[in-house]
């Protein structure tokens, strides 16, 4: 990677780690208004994914969606407003960490269903193909979630169409308690592309250059129209599954082993070995990162909660309600559900 795209992942990742620590602070002070699923550890897939991609090209995200969300470009202000119920937050406080959409930068959005998201993704692939545009859709889900039956159709169908969607598997080896080798028979998820005779693809998931390089050669396959590719991105989640989780399903030994690879501290390397880039430097971008992350945090706070009447507003689409309303109301079925 070039010396300034370094310096800007390594800007961006830690302003995903900054964000997570606060949201952390947040949550410890029960300020925020729904569970919190942290991203530490994995911010070098959404950082070298998300820099590979415009406003144009959609992605669709998960529970664990803050990373992805603030690679996308998102206001770290309306998110902080999100997770604490604020009526300024990117859904009126009424989805929460879990459920944060922000259309303005192409994020269709986060999903509290594991493996949610990964068919819209395809469909969203599919509407690009119709319209002959020249963008892609990334679809971002965990290991877990590449066991659900939803991943499996979603490949299937992107693959007989050769839509262009990249699957990015983030295997953070473990589906909140269970680690992947109980949970899975094969090595490299990534082999399940051959099942649907897609390109498939094993990345160091901690290591940005390893992703960027990784995520170049997948976005070049789906814009020559052959069709998606699977990524298997390897990592580790570094905190909890969410916060309270006690984690007594791993050793300190085995959480320990992975710091040596936290992809802020690889990366940090390579700008030191290879750019010459000095230790003051990068502890300046980290300070600015940390400075931004407690301003909007704080401005956050300061918003007002929204009003008791606005309650019910938003959940259901109006039209979609009507007709339910009018099922209803049918003298003619007895008043029964439909
Ligand atoms: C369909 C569905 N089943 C179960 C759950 C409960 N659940 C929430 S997160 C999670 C684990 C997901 O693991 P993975 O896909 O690896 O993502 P990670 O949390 O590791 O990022 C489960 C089972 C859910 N939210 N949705
Ligand atoms: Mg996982």
């Not at 395809?122 to 545009?133: E, K, P, W």
């Not at 299937?156 to 473990?174: G, K, R």
């Amino acid at each position: 990677m070039e010396k300034n795209a370094l310096l800007n992942a390594y800007r961006m990742m830690n302003r995903i780690r900054e964000f997570e620590n606060e949201a952390i602070e947040l949550a410890k002070a029960n300020e925020t208004r729904a569970a919190v699923h942290t991203y530490q550890g994995e911010e070098a897939i959404a950082t070298g994914v998300c820099a590979h991609m415009t406003r144009e090209d959609f992605i669709t995200s998960t529970h664990r969606g803050h990373g992805h969300c603030i690679a996308k470009g998102a206001d770290l202000t309306r998110m902080f407003a999100e997770l604490l119920g604020k009526g300024e937050g990117y859904c009126k406080g009424k989805g929460g960490s879990m459920h944060i959409a922000d259309l303005t930068t192409g994020n269709l959005g986060a999903n509290g269903i594991v493996g949610g998201g990964i068919p819209i993704a395809v469909g969203a692939a599919l509407s690009m193909q119709l319209d002959h545009s020249d963008n892609f859709t990334v679809s971002f889900f965990g290991d877990g979630a590449a066991n659900e039956g939803s991943f499996h159709e979603a490949l299937n169908m992107a693959s007989i169409w050769d839509l262009p969607v990249i699957f990015v598997c983030e295997n953070n080896q473990y589906g909140i308690s269970t680690h992947v080798s109980k949970s899975m028979h094969v090595k490299d998820i990534a082999e399940r592309a051959v099942a649907y005779n897609i390109k498939g693809m094993v990345v160091d998931g901690n290591n940005v250059a390893a992703v960027d390089a990784a995520m170049e050669e997948a976005v070049a396959h789906v814009k020559a129209g052959k069709g998606p590719v699977l990524m298997e991105m390897k990592t580790y989640r570094m905190a909890g599954h969410y916060f309270g989780d006690n984690q007594n399903y791993r050793t300190r030994d085995e959480v320990n082993s992975w710091k040596d690879k936290d992809p802020i501290l690889q990366c940090a390397k390579l700008l030191m070995e290879q750019w010459e880039v000095s230790e003051e430097e990068l502890n300046e971008i980290r300070k600015e990162e940390h400075k931004a992350v407690l301003d909007a945090s704080k401005a956050a706070r300061q918003m007002s909660d929204p009003d008791i009447e606005d309650l019910t507003e938003d959940l259901y689409d109006p039209i979609f309600a009507d007709i339910t309303w009018k099922a209803f109301q049918k003298p003619d079925n007895g008043g029964k559900r439909l």
